[in-house]
């Protein structure tokens, strides 16, 4: 019987759903995360009877057919980059992207990855970094007397030094944004790398032409609607029991098959 098998289909593809949600629901705190949302396509048709053959020798067409669907794949996992909430941390070197953009990041190996989770800290040379020890590119170091840091909205950086007055500039923050963010590969520890679906990286100023500006002592928040997850979650559930009680179904028919005498 197909039905065991196209419930079966079902099934898997709601249990992937539900792990998607699950991690969609851990990371609700989680700065700069990106909800992801699973998508599924249906299988190959098996075909009884073609749409569209002749039934006769007169020419007489059949309109409908006979094609009976094979279940449900797994097609893709979006991750959804739709703008999350700003929080105000009133540390300085905290920052969120307001509008597009990720900031950049120099890993150990000498790629460049990217983020939307601006909480920064200084390393023991004065470099901004991430949470974990990560240089922000381009690098910039803070003088190790600085009394005050600020970070316009376009990303420029300045200090004030001990006996002066005016603030001296030590660098100039770029963000990068990308035609297809969504084909981003998420690495986990908030970034991502550039991957062929995504598109080639553009660089440049905040608040220029298709990138956001930067708002200091903010951080962005998870973007996970917990209302509308936990929605999903119960139409996963749902929709995991319907293919299952299928499968019942499906068995007590084999079993009446099977008494027959």
């Keep these: ?6 419930a079966a289909t079902g099934m898997l593809a709601q249990q992937l759903n539900v792990e998607v949600i699950s991690n969609n629901i851990a990371n609700m705190n989680t700065t700069g995360f990106k909800r992801q949302r699973a998508e599924f396509q249906d299988l190959l048709y098996q075909t009884v009877e073609r749409v569209g053959s002749t039934s006769s020798d007169s020419g007489t067409v059949v309109p409908a057919g006979v094609q009976i669907g094979l279940g449900v794949k797994a097609a893709a996992v979006y991750n959804i980059a739709e703008q999350g909430n700003l929080q105000s941390t009133s540390n300085p070197l905290d920052m969120a992207i307001s509008g597009a953009g990720y900031f950049q990041v120099t890993l150990p190996t000498g790629d460049t990855a990217y983020t939307r989770a601006g ?21 910039i170091t803070v003088p190790a007397d600085a009394l005050q840091v600020t970070i316009n909205a376009s990303g420029q950086v300045s ?4 006996n002066t007055v005016a603030e001296s500039i030590v660098g100039q923050l770029t963000l990068a944004n990308f035609p297809n963010p969504a084909g981003l590969d998420p690495q986990g520890d908030n970034l991502f ?21 930067i708002e200091q002592g903010f951080v962005e928040t998870s973007n996970v609607n917990t209302v509308t997850e936990i929605t999903n979650l119960i139409t996963a559930q749902r929709a995991y029991e319907m293919n299952s009680k299928v499968i019942q179904t499906s068995d007590e028919m084999l079993s009446t098959i099977n008494r027959l005498r």
């Design 119 to 139: 909480s920064f800290q200084l390393s023991p040379t004065g470099e901004i970094v991430t949470v974990d020890g990560y240089t922000v590119d381009p690098a």
């Design 159 to 162: 200090v004030q030094l001990p």
């Design 1 to 6: 019987m197909r039905s065991l098998s196209i």
């Design 193 to 213: 790398l550039e991957t062929t679906a995504s598109g080639a990286a553009t660089t440049g100023t905040p608040g220029a032409t298709g990138l956001g500006v």
